[in-house]
């Protein structure tokens, strides 16, 4: 991983914090690890995650397994498997996102812009509207330089992200949060 992909992994280990799984994989070292265990962790993911959070376990489970392999810590990849290595289905309702109603999006602008923003408080109205504008993601605005913007060609170069860190520090990562996040507006 790396130091905004392992805080991800992070927040997510809280979240196994909160809801503690019977069969805990990720206490028993990965060459101990079997098929049987795999599938028995599959069966009770659905029951107490939400879809979102059992594909990050099974990103983080993919991955562990790669390393392990390639540090010859183990010789097969059960991963390989392409039975152990399909995500389970939630069983927890999915939320459903909306975007804003035109109305809705004039109302939030109108009340952003007219926001009086106190002294020594962060003021984040132009990076909402930049992202709005754009699509990018906050990390990404701020991650801009100067040489980010061609005003020329009327284009933004999106290549890098800022994110949180070790200890929530903010980070400048060399790269966005996606591969398909590196860009062009």
Do not use: W
């Not at 390639?70 to 975007?99: C, F, H, Y």
């Not at 009340?111 to 909402?128: A, G, I, P, S």
């Not at 949180?164 to 400048?172: I, V």
């Amino acid at each position: 991983c790396n130091v905004c992909g392992d805080m991800r992994n992070a927040s997510t280990q809280k979240i196994f914090e909160k809801l503690p799984i019977e069969n805990p994989i990720g206490l028993i070292p990965i060459k101990d690890i079997t098929a049987d265990m795999i599938e028995s962790f599959k069966i009770e993911l659905p029951l107490r995650y939400s879809q979102s959070v059992i594909k990050k376990i099974f990103i983080q489970l993919r991955q562990a397994f790669d390393y392990a392999k390639r540090k010859g810590i183990i010789e097969n990849n059960l991963l390989d498997d392409p039975q152990l290595n399909t995500v389970p289905i939630s069983k927890k309702e999915t939320k459903t996102v909306t975007a804003y109603t035109r109305e809705e999006e004039i109302e939030f602008f109108n009340l952003l812009d007219n926001k009086k923003v106190r002294k020594n408080e962060n003021d984040y109205r132009l990076q909402l509207h930049i992202s709005a504008c754009t699509g990018m993601r906050m990390g990404e605005i701020n991650a801009l330089t100067v040489e980010s913007v061609d005003l020329d060609k009327k284009i933004v170069h999106i290549t890098r992200t800022i994110s949180r860190g070790e200890n929530y520090t903010p980070t400048l990562k060399e790269g966005t949060k996606t591969k398909k996040g590196k860009r062009d507006v």
